[in-house]
């Protein structure tokens, strides 16, 4: 006579029940070690910077560029997104540019570089270009940040910070001079990261 489903020895069901208990343990370990994991890649971020990315910004110089371009945003004195980058510059706007140095494919922000430079406008590559709306409520900084700091949740892959607006006059207040004050900082710097040809 045939074992019917329904039939089952106490032995069948407790080796069931063991494996059962087993599988369970396993998944806890995965599941304790997976944090540890993902807590170590939320601070080295890995990502693929472009051959073309120089000069890159150091750490340092890359949070004030995007704090900057943070209060830009605000005031809109900023332009994003490449279209609206070349669109400015080809109208004569000053200022300074921010590239993301991730972009792929790179072909999409390749005439930056040339155009910033025919038409003296400093320019620096930071190292990422996506937004970071939920990497700062989860506290992570320099994780997807060229689009965070222009205040949009979309990726962003370069940005040109205009030290006036173009249209109208900026309010004369204390947060004016803050940020005319951090513009002058950053442009110094990144005018000074610039590789001469």
Do not use: H, W
Not at 22 to 44: F, L, R
Not at 85 to 101: H, Y
Not at 155 to 162: D, F, G, K, R
């Amino acid at each position: 006579m045939g074992k019917d489903k329904g039939d089952k020895t106490p032995k069948d069901k407790s080796a069931k029940k063991e494996k059962k208990d087993k599988s369970a343990k396993k998944e806890k370990a995965a599941t304790e070690e997976q944090p540890v994991e993902v807590a170590a890649e939320a601070v080295a971020p890995k990502t693929a910077l472009a051959p073309i990315a120089k000069p890159l910004a150091d750490d340092k110089l890359a949070k004030k560029a995007l704090k900057l371009a943070k209060k830009a945003a605000k005031r809109k004195q900023i332009k994003r997104g490449v279209k609206e980058v070349i669109k400015a510059i080809r109208k004569k706007a000053k200022g300074v540019c921010l590239i993301a140095g991730d972009i792929s494919p790179i072909d999409v922000i390749t005439p930056l570089p040339v155009l910033c430079e025919d038409n003296d406008i400093p320019y620096i590559y930071v190292p990422s270009k996506a937004s970071a709306v939920a990497a700062a409520v989860m506290g992570r900084q320099l994780l997807e940040e060229l689009g965070a700091a222009g205040l949009t949740k979309r990726p962003t892959s370069c940005m040109l910070i205009l030290p006036k607006p173009l249209k109208g006059s900026a309010p004369a207040d204390d947060e004016a001079k803050e940020f005319a004050e951090a513009y002058t900082e950053v442009e110094k710097k990144v005018k000074a990261a610039q590789i001469i040809f």
